[in-house]
């Protein structure tokens, strides 16, 4: 399968401190997205980073694209109590679109 | 503007029970797409649909069908429910779904349990 995985599955940090998430993925891909859930809700869009890119930024999100090792980051600086949510990768092959598993991060106030 | 719509929120079906979850949209996207989330499964893709009138399956389509009869509609049926489909549903939609800039906007879930 395609399918992404994040690490860690689930990260607990304090406010003002960086939350740092990874995606693994296992084929060619045309670009990579990162989506974010709160609980109970829909996902929404956060950043695109396309495959000959390497490093894109968007406000407080940094995202990296290493597509030798077939990975991404997510790093989100000085964090606040409401980035508390799910955070998913995505993959577009070109054919398909695939979501990995979600890393769940808490901020504590 | 509302986005993406799904109807209904909540629902509850008995085993071999038939229901349809109606997704709408108002920003003219051809692509539509519905997804089932599990528990540590992440978001998995059931059917899409490419533009009206269009259907095609994604990674998990058994038990499923659906139907694009106009473009801002996208209908996810289940013929006769299963224990294995109770899950919480997603309907996304993309403006072009191939470009490689493009991405989706989804509603707020429908969540389904199968007893």
């Known amino acids: 399968s395609q399918q992404g995985e994040e690490d860690p599955q689930a990260l607990s940090i304090q406010e003002g401190e960086n939350a740092t998430m990874n995606c693994s993925y296992k084929?060619?891909?045309?670009?990579l997205q990162w989506y974010r859930q709160n609980s109970g809700r829909g996902l929404v869009h956060l950043i695109l980073?396309?495959?000959?890119?390497r490093e894109k930024h968007s406000g407080r999100l940094r995202v990296t694209l290493d597509t030798s090792k077939k990975s991404s980051s997510l790093l989100i600086t000085a964090s606040r109590a409401a980035d508390t949510a799910s955070y998913f990768c995505?993959?577009?092959?070109?054919?398909?679109?695939?979501f990995g598993t979600g890393t769940s991060l808490t901020v504590i106030p | 503007n509302a986005g993406v719509t799904q109807t209904p929120k909540f629902r509850v079906l008995k085993t071999g029970q038939s229901m349809t979850l109606l997704c709408a949209q108002d920003?003219?996207?051809?692509?539509m797409y519905w997804y089932r989330q599990d528990p540590g499964m992440g978001l998995r893709l059931i059917h899409y649909?490419?533009?009206?009138?269009?259907?095609a399956k994604g990674e998990v389509p058994d038990g499923y069908n659906v139907s694009r009869l106009k473009k801002q509609n996208f209908l996810l049926g289940l013929e006769s429910a299963a224990p294995s489909q109770t899950s919480v549903y997603f309907c996304?939609?993309?403006?072009?779904?191939?470009?490689?800039?493009?991405?989706?906007?989804f509603g707020p879930g429908t969540r389904l349990t199968v007893l």
């Open positions: 996304a939609s993309s403006f072009l779904g191939r470009s490689p800039t493009d991405t989706q906007y």
């Open positions: 920003m003219n996207h051809e692509y």
């Open positions: 995505a993959t577009d092959t070109g054919n398909q679109f695939y």
């Open positions: 980073i396309r495959s000959n890119e």
């Open positions: 649909s490419v533009g009206e009138g269009t259907t």
């Open positions: 084929t060619s891909i045309n670009n």
